[in-house]
Structures are given as structure tokens and as C-alpha cells.
């Protein structure tokens, strides 16, 4: 059975770090890629960062450059996303989910409508 699961969210204060996990189970970890998306209240849920578990290739949103990282473990079958200078407005909750790397992409990398599994959320919390 194939499953996702997140950890790591939490409350935090403006301007602190998060680092969430994804642990997978189930698929070849190597022949997927990995994304984390968030979904705030009210808002549509929206990719943030992915990676190829084939050849480290990473991607980010354009509104998460340089404050978030994304890594992976091929040996514990888990991806992290590293979050520093957490602001307000990354509030949300944070899925992982996963895509087969042999599927050719309709959209983009980031597109929810191309990964096929989901892992439940976390929450993650930002105090002013």
C-alpha cells in the first residue's frame, strides 16, 4: 500500500525554521518525484518545491526561492523541506505527494493534477 507521511509542522514565531519529513512507503522512492505543496485557509492548495529521487533535480516557487529547501534521503525513503525565516503568510497546511517520473508532465512540476499520491498534511503554524 502506498503512503505518505508528513511531520514536523508546528506553531512557530515569525522569522524561526521548520524542517517537515515525508516518509514513503509502498513505491520504488527512486523512481518518483516528491512535492510539497501547502494549502492556506480559503486558498487553492499550491506547489512549492519538488524533487526527482532519480537525479536530485530540485524546483521551487518562485515565492519560496531562497528560503526553502528541499532534500532527499534515498536511503530512508524520505524527503525533507527545510523552511528558514518563516513568515505569517506560509500558514498553511503542507502536503507531500508523489509522482511517477516515467509520466510525461501535462502541465508543470509543481501542478497538483500530476502527482498521484497524497500523504494526510501537517500543520504549520506562523505567530507575528
Known amino acids: 500500500e502506498v503512503q505518505l507521511v508528513e511531520s514536523g509542522g508546528g506553531l512557530v514565531q515569525a522569522g524561526g525554521s521548520l524542517r517537515l519529513s515525508c516518509a514513503a512507503f509502498?513505491?520504488?522512492?527512486?523512481?518518483?518525484?516528491i512535492g510539497w505543496f501547502r494549502q492556506a485557509p480559503g486558498k487553492e492548495r499550491e506547489g512549492v518545491s519538488c524533487i526527482s529521487n532519480s537525479d536530485g533535480s530540485t524546483y521551487y516557487a518562485d515565492s519560496v526561492k531562497g528560503r526553502f529547501t528541499i532534500s532527499s534521503d534515498n536511503a530512508k525513503n524520505t524527503v525533507y523541506l527545510q523552511i528558514n525565516s518563516l513568515k505569517p503568510e506560509d500558514t498553511a497546511v503542507y502536503y507531500c505527494a508523489a509522482r511517477p517520473l516515467d509520466v510525461i508532465l501535462t502541465t508543470s512540476v509543481l501542478h497538483r493534477d500530476e502527482y498521484d499520491y497524497w500523504g494526510q498534511g501537517t500543520q504549520v503554524t506562523v505567530s507575528s
Open positions: 509502498g513505491f520504488t522512492f527512486d523512481d518518483y518525484a
